[in-house]
């Protein structure tokens, strides 16, 4: 619990406070923002490895290569070849980077969650401000050769395939049925089934843009009719319109649709007006399966793709269908939920138990937010302080009702030196009264972090042994305050936040996260290094030395063998660890 955090007594917490009211008298400095990489990677082989030097190795035998066969014949296949399998080594590839879909209701902070994982401040927009595009998923890629922090953004809009297309328009039409045409809607569920009809009806309205065009409204009607839906005329038309609305806003043969180089707000806007499009064309969102940002960011470098998923619990089953089919392939899953509703959360509930089922516990991780509210829930830091058993708040107790009694002294030592003196100098004894009075606040601010730290590690202790009768392991908890993780990214700030950018949970959560693929990132090494690049090294050998060979080898032939014997030897030296 929060014994162990460390309260300074006064004689060793005021040499610092000097050192800073120095620095501040002789020259004001703009705040200083949080930089994560000053963060510890993970104690994992795969942070421990040269990887620089290693690429740089890699990329100098394939540049070797390619210099020499410029100089072979266009009609040569087999140096054609080996000019192909050149390029296939010149740098190692992750065969696939690890998704983490995120979850959550709204107002629980799941978008300030994920711009602070990425460390940007406004990428991410919350349900309320994101419009048509939270109504997608949005999965963030690394985007190569791009710095960490770098400010170009790519955007790659994916249509739904035929499968999710069939699939979906499918349940819209059997929801349209039951509800207008069975005769089976239960009274119990009756408003539940009209929504879902209603969502139906809607979906199929924006596809056939039924709203602004009144010719398709009119060829729309016909199709919502029983026969039609019976005979599958409305399954097939719909799809048609699907492919038409797709090909009218230029999708590629990939049903892709890209926007490229682009900074994140233009970037943001360009992608929100092509999938709302304009108030005389559909809305392109029923059909979207995803939207990929492609940028900068040591996560996504280390292989691990952020998942913003939409439309958990919402009738629109265009958007949970696509939502639960990205979570049932995503390889981790992060709830997000607020601390102070966690354990009442029926919705909560299902969410863990839903991805423990399809993940197990050990790759369900619970995403506890807005530590920072606590304090906010009927407590204040002084009740806090007196009656809260647990350290370290008696030895606050202790040190606040001391610090007390010495301002009092030093009051009392003023009043007497004016009575005295009116024009006395008490300098130095205001300056200590100063001194006193920022030290209680130091002690205030750390019962505060102390008791954001106890209630955490409870709430943390109580959630993580909750669903140990589904799986034996269980599941991850971190608790986080993503709003002040933010305000520290801030240059310019009035004080600083009341948690440390470590007390905030974000650096921990996000080491966590670089370790998930580390294993998997170093296999990838291993293979490309004892395999792969060995494997290229044989292919050289086998064509310079093969016997019977064309005389235009005659020329070429001792440079390959000089080149094998130095890229052998280059290979043992720089990968025998």
């Known amino acids: 619990m929060a014994s162990d955090y460390k309260v300074l007594p006064f004689e060793t917490w005021k040499p610092s406070y000097d050192k800073e009211k120095t620095i501040k008298l002789a020259k004001p400095m703009a705040a200083k923002a949080y930089n994560p990489k ?14 620089q030097y290693i690429d740089s190795e890699i990329f100098g035998i394939f540049q070797k290569v390619m210099n020499r066969l410029v100089h072979g014949r266009p009609q040569d296949l087999e140096l054609a070849d080996l000019q192909v399998a050149a390029v296939g080594v010149k740098e190692v590839h992750f065969e696939q980077a690890k998704d983490v879909g995120i979850v959550g209701q709204q107002a629980m902070g799941k978008s300030l969650l994920i711009n602070a994982l990425l460390h940007r401040r406004n990428l991410s927009k919350t349900s309320a401000a994101g419009g048509a595009c939270t109504a997608s998923a949005i999965k963030y890629v690394h985007k190569p050769g791009m710095e960490d922090f770098g400010e170009v953004y790519d955007a790659a809009i994916q249509f739904m395939d035929d499968t999710e297309l069939n699939e979906i328009i499918s349940e819209h039409a059997r929801r349209y049925y039951h509800f207008h045409f069975s005769n089976k809607v239960d009274p119990m569920y009756h408003d539940e089934e009209e929504r879902a009809a209603l969502t139906a009806e809607s979906f199929f309205g924006l596809l056939w843009n039924a709203y602004n065009d009144e010719e398709a409204a009119e060829a729309l009607r016909p199709l919502l009719l029983p026969a039609h839906i019976d005979n ?51 809305s ?119 610090t007390e009694v010495s301002q009092n002294e030093i009051e009392d030592k003023f009043r007497d030196a004016l009575e005295e003196d009116e024009d006395a100098d008490c300098t130095d004894l205001a300056e200590k009264v100063d001194a006193l009075s920022a030290y209680q606040e130091y002690l205030k601010k750390t019962a505060q972090c102390a008791f954001v730290k106890q209630r955490a590690e409870m709430l943390e202790g109580q959630m ?91 020329e070429i032939r001792p440079f390959f063998n000089e080149l094998l014997d130095g890229l052998k030897e280059a290979h043992e030296l720089s990968f025998s660890n």
């Open 232 to 282: 599958g005329a409305l399954l097939r038309e719909a799809l048609k319109m699907a492919h038409r609305r797709m090909q009218e806003a230029g999708a590629d043969e990939h049903r892709m649709k890209q926007f490229l180089d682009m900074g994140a707000a233009a970037l943001m806007e360009e992608t929100q007006n092509y999938i709302a499009q304009h108030e005389s064309l559909p």
């Open 464 to 554: 993580r042994n909750k669903y140990k009768d589904m799986d034996p392991d269980p599941i991850k908890v971190f608790s986080v305050s993503s709003s002040l993780y933010i305000d520290w990214m801030k240059k310019r700030r009035r004080e600083d936040p009341v948690l440390t950018p470590e007390m905030t949970g974000i650096p921990k959560l996000r080491q966590f996260l670089l370790g998930i693929s580390a294993d998997a990132n170093l296999e990838a090494y291993r293979e490309h290094v004892a395999s792969t690049l060995p494997n290229f090294l044989g292919k050289i050998a086998r064509i310079t030395d093969h016997e019977n060979k064309n005389d235009a080898y005659a």
């Open 38 to 51: 000053d963060e510890q990677p993970p104690d994992m082989a795969w942070f421990r490895l040269n990887k």
């Open 284 to 402: 392109l969102w029923p059909i979207v399966s995803h939207v990929r940002i492609s940028m900068g960011s040591a996560l996504l470098r280390n292989a691990v793709s952020i998942v913003d998923l939409p439309g958990l619990g919402d009738l629109n089953h265009s958007r949970t269908a696509a939502t639960n089919s990205i979570r049932r392939k995503a390889d981790f899953e992060i709830i997000v939920a607020k601390s102070d509703r966690v354990t009442t959360e029926e919705v909560v509930d299902q969410q863990i138990k839903q991805s423990i089922r399809a993940h197990g516990a050990k790759n369900t991780i619970l995403v506890l937010t807005k530590i920072d509210e606590f304090f906010l829930d009927n407590h204040s830091v002084e009740s806090v302080i007196e009656r809260n058993p647990n350290q370290p708040f008696p030895l606050i107790k202790e040190l606040v009702l001391a």
